[in-house]
């Protein structure tokens, strides 16, 4: 049902406790996620956003129980992607008439979506939409954070910043503001967001940032399209971003691996005590790629100066999980990372050259050519496996 922001702006979204995947299989969504929609009732009423397709009718009927659907001037689509349009289609079939307002790049995915002609009302950075009571929209585009269609709009008088998915978190909480949360899970939902999604877009979200804030607008609320509304320091959550934008690390090595026969696990192991012994400092952690879910393990490279990955050879290359997350990693375009290989063999051993063309070409600095240990690694092998880790940390960490 709605929810009260600030005067006249409710928000009338979803509540998904139950997705645990989303994007197909490609985002855990662990804490569910909520999709936000926005009713602002001026002297003309403004419907910003709407939610998953699988959700539209009791959408519109929630809606309905709102405002009479006719008397809703005006639909902001600040994005295109299905888990804000996706109820589009059941709404217009009401109001076939009413305008929708987006991006010039936002009208070719709808229309590509949905295949309708709807009354679209394309907006750039800057131009103005009159509520009426002396409020206004203002439209912000955020081009590539994090499609070619992305806008954010900004309520005047009531410095509300609607921010789409810039800012959100897949968080399911009743609450639905930042301050009555638990501030663990909120921000180990932002950062996994962040990296997963953000990631290759830092240079813009950077120079977007820096340019929404030398507007000096007063914002004293963020409301995205997903998670909790931030109404406590709403800005905390942009300065977050312009640090994870800042080719962000912590003081962490990760080392990610698959295994066969459980040698390439105790040299991932015996990497990790080298790295202990030479450093006591830094975070380590290790996590096996077939047992641990991807998009965490994103978040925990999104957090590291460097990174190991090991793999035992199979069929000439790679194990299937590791192969997996090096094309997530890929994708992402990490910057200023260190990285390096390790793995077991049998026979031909290409699992370690494999691995280092595969971490050269996501873009990390491979800073050793890697470590590879014949068969189930003996004490020999091991100790090597511990030099390998104290030399990762005293000669390039
Ligand atoms: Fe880009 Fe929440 O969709």
């Known amino acids: 049902m709605a929810l009260k922001l600030k005067n006249n702006v409710s928000w009338i979204g979803k509540t998904d406790w139950d997705i645990k995947k989303f994007h197909g299989d490609e985002y855990s969504t662990h804490r569910g996620s909520t999709y936000n929609s926005y009713l602002i009732k001026e002297e003309k009423n403004v419907l910003i956003d709407t939610v998953w397709k699988p959700f539209a009718k009791e959408y519109v009927e929630n809606l309905k129980k709102e405002i009479d659907l006719n008397n809703i001037d005006f639909i902001i689509m600040n994005h295109a992607e299905i888990d804000h349009s996706g109820s589009l289609p059941e709404l217009m079939s009401y109001i076939p008439d009413t305008p929708v307002y987006c991006t010039e790049n936002a009208v070719k995915s709808l229309k590509g979506h949905y295949h309708q002609n709807w009354n679209f009302r394309t907006v750039k950075t800057g131009d103005?939409?009159?509520?009426?009571?002396?409020?206004?929209?203002?439209?912000?585009?955020?081009?590539?954070?994090?499609?070619?269609?992305?806008?954010?709009?900004?309520?005047?008088?009531?410095?509300?910043?609607?921010?789409?998915?810039?800012?959100?978190?897949?968080?399911?909480?009743?609450?639905?503001?930042?301050?009555?949360?638990?501030?663990?899970?909120?921000?180990?939902?932002?950062?996994?967001?962040?990296?997963?999604?953000?990631?290759?877009?830092?240079?813009?979200?950077?120079?977007?940032?820096?340019?929404?804030?030398?507007?000096?607008?007063?914002?004293?609320?963020?409301?995205?399209?997903?998670?909790?509304?931030?109404?406590?320091?709403?800005?905390?959550?942009?300065?977050?971003?312009?640090?994870?934008?800042?080719?962000?690390?912590?003081?962490?090595?990760?080392?990610?691996?698959?295994?066969?026969?459980?040698?390439?696990?105790?040299?991932?192991?015996?990497?990790?005590?080298?790295?202990?012994?030479?450093?006591?400092?830094?975070?380590?952690?290790?996590?096996?790629?077939?047992?641990?879910?991807?998009?965490?393990?994103?978040?925990?490279?999104?957090?590291?100066?460097?990174?190991?990955?090991?793999?035992?050879?199979i069929n000439n290359g790679i194990l299937v999980s590791i192969a997996g997350i090096l094309e997530i990693i890929k994708g992402l375009k990490f910057k200023n990372k260190k990285a390096a290989a390790f793995g077991c063999y049998g026979w031909s051993g290409e699992s370690v050259p494999v691995l280092t063309e595969t971490l050269d070409k996501a873009g990390f600095l491979v800073i050793d050519d890697g470590l590879k240990a014949i068969w189930n690694p003996d004490n020999d092998s091991i100790k090597k496996c511990m030099v390998f880790g104290e030399k990762i940390v005293k000669t390039f960490i």
């Open 128 to 313: 103005e939409l009159d509520l009426g009571n002396g409020k206004k929209l203002v439209f912000v585009e955020m081009k590539m954070l994090h499609w070619p269609d992305s806008m954010a709009c900004y309520l005047t008088e009531d410095n509300i910043l609607f921010s789409n998915d810039a800012f959100g978190q897949h968080y399911a909480s009743e609450y639905m503001f930042n301050d009555l949360v638990d501030q663990a899970e909120l921000f180990a939902e932002c950062i996994k967001y962040y990296a997963n999604i953000l990631t290759p877009f830092s240079l813009l979200a950077n120079k977007k940032i820096k340019e929404i804030l030398s507007l000096k607008l007063q914002i004293d609320m963020i409301a995205p399209g997903h998670g909790v509304i931030w109404r406590d320091n709403p800005t905390q959550i942009v300065e977050k971003y312009m640090d994870w934008a800042n080719l962000y690390q912590e003081n962490q090595i990760t080392i990610i691996y698959d295994t066969m026969w459980d040698g390439t696990k105790r040299m991932a192991e015996a990497i990790a005590e080298g790295i202990k012994q030479s450093d006591n400092n830094v975070n380590i952690k290790l996590y096996n790629a077939a047992k641990t879910d991807k998009n965490d393990i994103v978040t925990e490279v999104f957090k590291s100066k460097c990174i190991l990955a090991g793999s035992p050879t």
